[in-house]
C-alpha cells in the first residue's frame, strides 16, 4: 500500500457537520419523513413518494408490486446494465430478459426490443445509464394497450431531465439511488415515485410492512459516513483503495440483500437535498463538458446532462486494457465499469433463455468511465484527459500502458 493522491471513480463527501447534525435531529425529528416525501412528490410532480434502504430494493418491490397486479413474469431489460438491476429482479421472483443494445448507445434496439414484447411481459425498464436519458416515450408507446408497465430507472439520474420531464416521473412508476456512489447520496436508500394510484396502493402495503432500520444499522451508517467524508478526498483515498477486502470499483452481483425502510439518521442527512443536488449536478455538468471539448473519444451529446460519470466508449478495445494499466499509475479514477453483458453475468446462467448480446458484449469490452464528481480538481481534468487522448492516438501495443504508467506524473 503507497501513499499518494488517488481520485475516487465516484463519490462526494457528505459535510461532517451535516453527519453530524443528521445524527443528532434523529431522536427528535419524527416527522422529517413525511415532510421529505412531500417535498420529493411536490418537485417532481408526482402524487407519491416512498423511501427505503436502496436503489436495489425500490426496484425490487416496484417488481413485487406489479407483480400483485398482474400475476406476469417477465422483466424486459438493455442487456448492458448495472449488476443490480438483474438482481433485483431474481429477488423479487421474476425472469431477466435482456434485450441488446442499439448500435449507437446505451438505450434499447427497439427493433429487438419490438420483438420481446408479449403477452408474459410484467414491465419494460426504461434505464437512463450514466444521466443519459433513454427514450422512456418510445417504450411507452410500444406497451400501448398490452398491459406493460413501463418502469424508469433513474439510479444514476436524479436531477436530469428530458422535453421539460424529470427523469424518473415519465414511466408508470420510477426510481433513484441514493448510494453513496449516486447524484444524491445519504449513505445508501432508494427513492420510489409514481402517480399512478394503483400502483402506490400496492407499493404502500408493501413499504408498511417492511422493517424499519435497527440502532445497529443506523450506528453503521453514521460511522460510514464519517468515514467516506474522510477517506473520499483524493489525499486519503489510497487507504481504502489499497484494502482488497473492501472490493472498491469491484461489479457485484448481490444474490440477496435488505430491503427495509430508510432510517431518521438518512432521512435527515437530505433535508437539504434539492439545493444539494443542484450544486452537484451543475458541478458534473461542468466537468463532463470539458472532456465532450477534449477527449477525441467523446461522442455528441447534450450539454444538460450531468454525468454520474462520463462514458466513453474506445475506439479499440485493446486500448481498454491499455488505458487501465496506465490509470494504476496515474489513479485519476478511470473505471472499466461493469465487465460483461447481462448474458455472461455467471449467477444468471441458470436463468436467461438468451445469452447472446453481441453490442453489449463491445460496449463492456470497449468502456471506460471518466470521473465527473466535485473532488476532480482542474489539473485532474487536464490529466485525465492527456491520459486518454494518449492511449487512444496510439497503436494497440501491450507495453503502452506501462510506459504511460511511468511517465504520467508529467501527463
Known amino acids: 500500500m503507497k501513499v499518494r493522491r488517488v481520485l475516487a471513480p465516484v463519490g462526494y463527501r457528505v459535510p461532517i ?4 447534525s443528521a445524527m443528532v435531529l434523529a431522536g427528535v425529528r419524527w416527522d422529517a419523513e413525511t415532510a421529505l416525501m412531500r417535498s420529493i412528490e411536490q418537485h417532481f410532480g408526482v402524487g407519491r413518494a416512498l423511501g427505503v434502504s436502496s436503489g436495489k430494493a ?3 418491490l416496484i417488481l413485487m408490486a406489479l407483480k400483485r397486479l398482474t400475476g406476469r413474469n417477465k422483466v424486459v431489460i438493455p442487456a448492458y ?3 443490480s438491476v438483474p438482481s433485483a429482479i431474481v429477488k423479487a421472483g421474476l425472469e431477466v430478459v435482456p434485450v441488446d443494445l442499439a448500435p449507437d448507445g446505451f438505450d434499447y434496439d427497439y427493433d429487438q426490443l419490438r420483438k420481446k414484447v408479449d403477452g408474459d411481459v410484467l414491465c419494460v425498464l426504461s434505464i437512463h445509464l450514466f ?5 422512456t416515450e418510445r417504450v411507452k408507446k410500444m406497451c400501448e394497450g398490452t398491459g406493460i408497465f413501463v418502469v424508469e430507472d433513474a439510479a444514476q439520474a436524479m436531477g436530469g431531465s428530458v422535453g421539460g420531464k424529470r427523469l424518473g416521473t415519465i414511466g408508470d412508476v420510477g426510481f433513484f439511488s441514493l448510494g453513496r456512489g449516486k447524484n444524491m447520496t445519504c449513505g445508501a436508500g432508494g427513492i420510489i415515485l409514481t402517480g399512478n394510484s394503483e400502483i402506490s396502493t400496492a407499493l404502500d402495503a408493501l413499504v408498511a410492512s417492511l422493517p424499519a432500520a435497527s440502532p445497529v ?3 453503521a451508517s453514521f460511522v460510514t459516513l464519517l468515514a467516506l467524508s474522510l477517506l473520499l478526498m483524493p489525499t486519503m483515498y489510497w487507504f481504502p483503495a489499497g484494502l482488497p477486502f473492501l472490493r472498491l470499483g469491484e461489479t457485484i452481483f448481490h444474490e440477496d440483500f435488505p430491503i427495509r425502510r430508510l432510517s431518521a439518521f438518512q432521512v435527515l442527512l437530505l433535508r437539504h437535498w434539492r439545493r444539494d443536488l443542484g450544486e452537484l449536478d451543475s458541478i458534473r455538468r461542468a466537468t ?10 467523446a461522442r455528441r451529446s447534450s450539454e444538460q446532462i450531468a454525468y454520474l460519470r462520463y462514458p466513453v466508449i474506445l475506439s479499440v478495445p485493446a486500448h481498454k486494457h491499455v488505458l487501465l494499466v496506465a490509470q494504476d499509475g496515474a489513479s485519476l479514477g478511470i473505471s472499466a465499469m461493469y465487465p460483461t453483458s447481462v ?8 436463468h436467461l433463455r438468451e445469452y447472446d448480446f453481441p453490442r453489449a458484449e463491445r460496449i463492456a469490452q470497449s468502456l471506460v ?6 473532488l476532480v480538481s482542474d489539473k485532474d481534468r487536464q490529466r485525465i484527459c492527456a491520459l486518454v487522448n494518449a492511449v487512444e492516438t496510439s497503436a494497440p501495443d501491450s507495453a503502452l500502458g506501462e510506459r504511460l504508467q511511468t511517465s504520467c506524473g508529467g501527463v
Not at 289 to 297: C, K, L, P, Q, T
Not at 369 to 374: E, G, I, R, S, Y
Request: charged share 5%; aromatic share 4%.
Open 131 to 135: 444521466g443519459i436519458p433513454a427514450d
Open 217 to 219: 444499522a443506523t450506528a
Open 288 to 297: 463532463a463538458a470539458h472532456y465532450r471539448a477534449h477527449v477525441v473519444s
Open 58 to 60: 425500490a426496484l425490487a
Open 343 to 350: 448474458g455472461a453475468i455467471p449467477q444468471l446462467s441458470g
Open 81 to 83: 446494465t448495472c449488476y
Open 17 to 20: 457537520r451535516t453527519i453530524v
Open 369 to 374: 468511465t471518466l470521473p465527473t464528481h466535485p
